[in-house]
């Protein structure tokens, strides 16, 4: 599917996810992650489910175009405890297939299930405003922070020079650059570790680092 040319000074703004909203979602899924498989894939039904479980973790990025409201980016998230000395999991495990049933009311961190802009919206700042709202909801929660497994697109061009943990300290030492990763240290991430096997992606040989944000204002953080 071709991008289109959007105008750089477009305004949006973030939102809380709607059921009016989901179709849209469900149909940009599909565009951005081609490489996941369809259990993988967030639909329309399980985004509906998301806010019926956690309606507060579920965002949106939105623009105006001609009158007509379209979706940029979308930040989808739940509540969990994660024991750090064993974080070894798969994708599909941690989302329980998609619904977000792990969703545990009491979990004292966020899991980012998925963040992503259209390619249309990219490199406009769309990420770094969903991640603040992101950021904003767990100090107001007072939770310990937000975790996710992140995927690692750019390694594709390195899979042959390196293995994937020379690959992910270079881009952390800012040697290399990687679409989703770089983005998300600037963020105010850092790499815990690797997650092996995590996700269907053959451009980072299934491989996601394990990214962690803590929260500074939680009382005892670290982990």
Not at 11 to 32: C, D, G, N, W, Y
């Amino acid at each position: 599917m071709k991008s289109k040319v959007v105008p750089h000074n477009v305004r949006f703004r973030v939102t809380s996810m709607k059921p009016r909203h989901v179709e849209a979602l469900a149909e940009m899924q599909r565009i951005i992650f081609p490489t996941l498989t369809e259990a993988e894939l967030f639909t329309a039904q399980k985004y509906l489910n998301h806010i019926r479980l956690f309606p507060a973790g579920q965002f949106v990025a939105l623009v105006e175009e001609h009158g007509q409201e379209r979706i940029a980016g979308v930040a989808s998230a739940f509540r969990t405890h994660f024991d750090f000395e064993d974080h070894h999991h798969t994708f599909q495990e941690a989302i329980a297939d998609g619904w977000l049933t792990n969703h545990d009311p009491k979990g004292a961190w966020l899991y980012g299930a998925d963040m992503s802009v259209h390619p249309d919206f990219r490199r406009r700042g769309v990420a770094s405003v969903l991640y603040r709202a992101r950021a904003q909801l767990v100090q107001r929660m007072y939770l310990r922070g937000e975790i996710a497994g992140g995927m690692l697109p750019g390694y594709a061009r390195y899979r042959h020079q390196m293995r994937i943990k020379e690959y992910v300290r270079a881009v952390v030492a800012g040697r290399l650059k990687d679409p989703t990763l770089s983005a998300q240290l600037r963020n105010g991430f850092y790499v815990r570790a690797i997650l092996y096997d995590h996700i269907t992606d053959p451009r980072s040989n299934n491989c996601a680092a394990l990214i962690v944000r803590e929260n500074p204002a939680y009382v005892g953080a670290g982990v």
